[in-house]
């Protein structure tokens, strides 16, 4: 992948947004989509060298134990894994890191329709996390275009921040109570859930017993996989390293349904539509952009493009965003707006 951005395209094929760009989509082709998800961790064991593990929303409650009448101290509970630190347009270390550096590092998707993929008529990063992390590049060095992007498998988004190997990802990653612990989240910028996808015909209507049986895929290290581990209904799950691929094990029939969120999964079913959606969004999926655990001035600074991306209302630039990547396919979705800024401090 070149700096820019451009070079041969490595996501579903699909066209352009509209009803003639919809009326010229085709099911991701099997060969394709299997060659995109190969070339896809060839790019980041390549890129690495010169990262939905999630979790069920943890809401148990801590006690305070009590031995011999003295009172222990409780280990702090996670009640709102989303609030994070306030903004702040001040450039600490991390920011002038990438001031020096002249580029934003950003470890995204390429893969995900309408939300970070290659648009096979530019040759361009599109949708609506690449346009936000296009906002953070222009707040930080002035111009949207200045970003190195990674392309990262699900299960990588971790690592990458870990080793410091980019600066932020932005790729449909669900706030839990597990992730803060491993990395630092901006105060989330929208509101999914888990869902069950499946083709057109099937038997299984929801995440309930009809998956009794059945094989049901999942991306490794995503909030479907944890999901799974809890209550899996008696399926048999079968993980994969990318979201993707579990749309094409779907399509060749060796899986029988897919759990993801129903955000993604929408743009799949735009793009085939020989599957579908069932059932109800069975989980609360905020989605925040992830950074390492010691750019503290960098998740407030993010948290500062977040505010002035969500000021306006209908003509804010998120809700532009929206309309323009998002709403054609997130029919679902009533009075779509950006959720509550939390911050913790």
């Not at 699909?14 to 998800?37: E, F, H």
């Not at 399509?251 to 897919?258: E, M, R, S, Y």
Request: net charge positive.
């Amino acid at each position: 992948m070149r700096a820019d951005g451009s070079g041969p395209g490595g996501g579903p094929r699909t066209s352009g947004t509209g009803g003639a760009g919809r009326a010229r989509r085709a099911a991701v082709p099997v060969a394709g989509a299997l060659a995109a998800a190969v070339a896809l961790v060839a790019t980041v064991l390549a890129g690495a060298s010169g990262g939905d593990a999630g979790g069920q929303r943890d809401r148990a409650r801590t006690t305070h134990a009590r031995t011999a009448g003295a009172a222990a101290e409780a280990p702090p509970t996670c009640e709102r894994p989303e609030a994070s630190l306030s903004p702040s347009g001040d450039a600490g270390p991390a920011v002038r890191r990438i001031k020096e550096r002249g580029r934003l590092i950003a470890g995204v998707d390429q893969n995900s329709y309408r939300w970070g993929y290659r648009d096979p008529a530019t040759g361009r990063l599109s949708g609506f996390d690449i346009e936000l992390v296009r906002a953070i590049a222009k707040d930080i060095l002035g111009d949207p275009e200045k970003v190195t992007w990674l392309a990262i498998p699900t299960n990588k988004r971790i690592d990458v921040l870990r080793d410091k190997k980019v600066d932020l990802v932005a790729r449909t990653m669900t706030i839990n109570c597990e992730r803060i612990k491993q990395v630092a989240f901006s105060t989330a910028y929208f509101e999914a859930g888990q869902q069950v996808l499946v083709p057109n015909g099937s038997a299984i209507t929801a995440f309930d017993d009809t998956l009794k049986g059945r094989r049901v895929c999942t991306a490794k290290g995503s909030t479907g996989e944890s999901e799974l581990k809890n209550e899996a209904h008696g399926a048999e799950v079968r993980t994969v390293p990318n979201q993707l691929d579990c749309l094409v094990r779907l399509q060749l029939g060796q899986v029988d349904a897919v759990v993801t969120d129903n955000a993604l999964a929408a743009g799949q079913a735009a793009q085939d539509p020989s599957v579908k959606l069932v059932g109800k969004p069975f989980t609360t999926e905020p989605y925040g952009v992830a950074m390492n655990l010691g750019d503290t001035d960098l998740v407030r600074r993010v948290n500062k493009v977040l505010e002035d991306y969500e000021r306006g209302g209908e003509d804010s630039r998120w809700m532009r965003a929206y309309r323009k990547w998002l709403a054609e396919d997130l029919t679902g979705i009533k009075n779509p707006a950006p959720p509550k800024p939390l911050y913790k401090d």
